[in-house]
């Protein structure tokens, strides 16, 4: 079956820090992957999307690689700073725009100031 | 612009009582609708979703389910609930015109079963 494993439950950086979360996943070969941020009650907020073919994408500090020969995609966030930690799931994506997304339990990132 | 409105935020329900949370969304039409639950400390699980009215798929064999009467309204139910219904229950949207993008959700309901 398939299975989304995100690297840690938590994760603990300091601030100015480069924060890196993994996303591995097997039985799958999503065309796209997504990620997202979940803040403590509220629901999940799209974040980036990137595809099989793109090695990297990047919004502002955010930086996404997709590896499909790993399996693995890899979330940065750079001089992460304390308003970025919430949890960020990732959900890898199917070639269909129907299937839905399947969620990773997440990582939570706390970032200390 | 779009938005998803889901209510209740908060719901306190005994074993055996009944369920009904709604969720619409404004400003675009045919949606993809979606019903997701994340119980404490755990991901979040699909439950239902729905490509069109009166379309509705399931993932998970439970005590709930979920219809669309009109093209923007998403309703989740159940007859009788369970202590394990307790959970916090997000419905999400995604316009299959848009091609890539990803899902925005509502503001969740959670939902105590005592």
């Known amino acids: 079956s398939q299975k989304i494993e995100q690297n840690s439950e938590a994760l603990n950086i300091q601030e100015g820090k480069t924060a890196t979360l993994t996303c591995n996943y097997t039985?799958?070969?999503?065309?796209?992957l997504q990620w997202y941020r979940q803040d403590p009650g509220r629901g999940p907020v799209f974040l980036l999307l990137?595809?099989?073919?793109?090695k990297e994408k990047r919004k502002e500090r955010l930086k996404v690689t997709f590896d499909t020969t790993l399996k693995q995609s890899l979330f940065h966030i750079t001089a992460s700073q304390p308003a970025d930690s919430a949890t960020y799931l990732c959900a890898p994506q199917g070639p269909r725009g129907n299937t839905p997304l399947v969620f990773g339990k997440g990582t939570r990132l706390s970032v200390i100031a | 612009s779009q938005t998803i409105h889901q209510w209740p935020a908060t719901l306190v329900q005994p074993v055996g009582s009944p369920l009904s949370l709604e969720c619409t969304v404004e400003g675009t039409s045919n949606p993809n609708l979606y019903w997701y639950r994340q119980a404490a400390g755990r991901g979040l699980q699909l439950l239902f979703y729905?490509?069109?009215?009166?379309?509705i798929s399931s993932e998970v064999p439970q005590n709930l389910s979920a219809s669309r009467p009109q093209d923007r309204q998403f309703i989740l139910s159940s007859k009788k609930l369970l202590l394990s219904d307790s959970g916090f229950y997000l419905c999400?949207?995604?316009?299959?015109?848009?091609?890539?993008?990803?899902?925005?959700f509502g503001s969740g309901t959670r939902l105590t079963v005592v």
């Open positions: 729905s490509v069109g009215i009166g379309q």
């Open positions: 990137i595809r099989e073919n793109e």
């Open positions: 039985n799958y070969s999503p065309a796209y």
């Open positions: 999400a949207w995604r316009s299959p015109r848009q091609g890539l993008y990803g899902y925005t």
